[in-house]
């Protein structure tokens, strides 16, 4: 099984290299910007045309938030055209691709978690540039994406590892708590694309595995008792923890108030049962906290 991936240092991507190693059942090339610039249509393709490969992982992404309102082009490039370039090319090759997504193509404004076939309506250019970039890959036959929200692990910088430092050098840590979503653990979340990758590449056009999917873990928290689920394990936490609100922290891009995704779909096509968020964030605080807050 080999597998080429866009991506090679952002979290997920790690994790994803981390979980094709043992045992050596998959083969992975995982693509550098240095090694394919996401803004070349051209590059995209011909690196997906010239690779000996049987699926296609999306893993990179433009994810900073904020910046993206200053730089949307740079944010469409990358979000949008060059997946959309990804799963054409993919197409030529009748090889399935899979593309990585995100709550933020949502306004927050629901009272129940959402499903696939919920109405996207991004409040920011990061959103909207990713909501283009799933059109684009689902108008491609053998295409898969999967939404994630709140994601952490080991690797790299992201909401679990930012709250621990913070904990470690602050005497109080307000922490938003009128914002809602899903924790997603990003090593779960690379052991099932690995896992799944046999199944895409067997899959025909029209098979039930391609489409458009949930992944998170089970149960909905807010920023505050996400963050407090992590520092509460670090017995050297010296910050006591405080709620406050999202409009004590005015940002440029506006986000979701209540994201929280419905797994359902992912479980009934794939068997796939997501572990409880609380379980999945102590543990991996425990990892970081061991590990001297590195991965």
Known sequence: ?????????????????AAAAPGGR????ALSRADCDLKDPRAVRAAILAADCDLVLNTAAFTQVDLAEERP????AVNATAPGAMAAACAERDLPFVHLSTDAVFDGLTRSAYV?????????VYGRSKLAGEQATLAQPRSVVLRASWVFSRYGRNYVSFMLRLARERETLKVVAD?????????????????TAPRWAAAPAG???????HFANAGETSRFDFAKAAIDRDPLSRARVEPTTQAAFPEPAPRPPRSPLDTGKLQRVF????EPWRAAVE?????????GLSA
């Open 207 to 213: 098979d039930r595995a391609f489409g458009l999917f």
């Open 116 to 124: 696939e076939t919920d109405v996207a309506q991004p409040l920011n």
């Open 179 to 195: 914002q809602f979503g899903t924790p997603t653990d990003g090593e779960a979340l690379a052991a099932f694309l690995v896992d």
């Open 73 to 76: 082009d740079e944010a469409f």
């Open 271 to 274: 068997g796939f049962t997501p």
């Open 26 to 29: 998959v083969e992975l090339i």
């Open 1 to 17: 099984m080999r597998i080429l991936q866009f991506g090679r240092t952002g979290q997920v991507a790690t994790a994803v290299q």
């Open 283 to 291: 543990r991996t605080a425990d990892r970081l906290v061991a590990a």
